[in-house]
């Protein structure tokens, strides 16, 4: 199975920003939906936000009004741009579509 790249994690400072790519090297991204998820250390993982193909979004509690989820069908790329992190925020944040194994993810550290 073809895994997801993610990338784009770092570590920041509350309050601050981040965009997160992922790539999905697969014929069907512009007809499949698209999410996101994550890990924190010792956690379960949790659904983050999700987008159709047509580019509806929705999101999960922990995302509402700070996380926006986005895709480029051409470039076969889905985003989230996360706005005003928080520490709890931290985690490894993995994406996936229908089908896919999970890829190795992007951490993010939100440091207080």
């Known amino acids: 199975q073809v895994r997801p790249v993610e990338s784009g994690g770092g570590l920041v400072q509350a309050g601050g920003s981040l965009r997160l790519s992922c790539v999905a090297s697969?014929?069907?991204?512009?007809?499949?939906?698209m999410a996101w998820y994550r890990q924190p250390q010792g956690g379960k993982r949790e659904l983050v936000a999700k987008i159709s193909s047509g580019g509806d979004a929705n999101y999960a509690d922990v995302g509402k009004g700070r996380f926006t989820i986005s895709r480029d069908n051409d470039k076969n790329t889905v985003y989230l741009q996360m706005m005003s992190l928080k520490p709890e925020d931290t985690a490894v944040y993995y994406c996936?579509?229908?089908?896919?194994?999970w890829g190795q993810g992007t951490q993010v550290t939100v440091s207080s």
């Open positions: 697969t014929n069907r991204f512009g007809i499949v939906e």
């Open positions: 996936k579509y229908p089908g896919s194994s």
